[in-house]
């Protein structure tokens, strides 16, 4: 079971807008930033996403990350279907001394 | 261009011991945090364990489920990080990644991950 939080599934049709919510708490989400990560079938993660909202060169603008006291989101817009993949949130956590990630939601482009 | 390679994985025996092996290149190794990352078979990512750039006795942590089978070391005048796992279970079958920190310093943004090397732990 992971600690931080995340919908197991989400779908929406091309060119739509998909969010994907992280849960976590205080000594997690709460007091660190939060990076998410893309991993397309049969591919190594990659970072999409890190401190809270900033995206590395090369990610594109459709995809956005915000954060809230203990939840984060991550946004893509104008869906591909080459964006189908699984996307895991991940933050450090002050109490464990460990990093963590959420159990992954897999995207579907309908 | 950031390489990361993994090697050291297979077919073990549970109760056995194995050590994998990741080659970095083409980033200044000794500044950077890096990790292990496990996926079991159709599960999610699993943070291992993490080493800071000095492989100081104390610059290294576990993720508290893994403590006392894993130990986590890095050569920095072979640019090579390592994690030993003893005692093999079942349930430490899985793809291991090895990964580098963004930041020198720091733990838990991971902005290059190895392609990964499969451990499978079976009699």
């Known amino acids: 079971q992971s600690v931080l939080t995340q919908p197991p599934a989400v779908s929406a049709a091309p060119g739509q807008k998909v969010t994907i919510s992280c849960s976590g708490g205080?000594?997690?989400?709460?007091?660190?930033?939060v990076s998410w990560y893309q991993q397309l079938p049969g591919t190594t993660p990659k970072l999409l996403i890190y401190?809270?909202?900033m995206r590395p060169s090369g990610i594109p603008d459709r995809f956005s990350g915000s954060k809230s006291g203990t939840s984060a989101t991550l946004g893509i817009t104008g869906l591909q279907t080459g964006d189908e993949a699984d996307y895991y949130c991940?933050?450090?956590?002050?109490?464990?001394?460990?990093?963590?990630f959420g159990g992954g939601t897999k995207l579907t482009v309908l | 261009e950031v390489q990361l390679l993994e090697s050291g994985g297979g077919l073990a025996q549970p109760g056995g011991s194995l050590r994998l092996s990741c080659a970095a290149s083409?980033?200044?190794?000794?500044?950077?945090?890096m990790s292990w990352v496990r996926q079991a078979p159709g599960k999610g990512l699993e943070w291992v364990s993490g080493?800071?750039?000095?492989?100081?006795?104390?610059?290294?942590f576990y993720a508290d489920s893994l403590k006392g089978r894993f130990t986590i070391s890095r050569d920095n005048s072979k640019n090579t990080l390592y994690l030993q796992i003893n005692s093999l279970r079942a349930d430490d079958t899985a793809v291991y990644y090895c990964?580098?920190?963004?930041?020198?310093?720091?733990?838990?943004?991971?902005?290059?991950w190895g392609q990964g090397i499969l451990v499978t732990v079976s009699s």
């Open positions: 990964a580098k920190d963004l930041y020198t310093g720091s733990l838990g943004t991971f902005d290059y």
């Open positions: 991940g933050t450090w956590d002050s109490s464990l001394s460990a990093v963590l």
């Open positions: 083409g980033f200044t190794f000794i500044s950077y945090t």
């Open positions: 080493i800071s750039g000095s492989g100081g006795r104390y610059s290294t």
């Open positions: 205080s000594s997690d989400i709460g007091n660190n930033y």
């Open positions: 401190d809270n909202d």
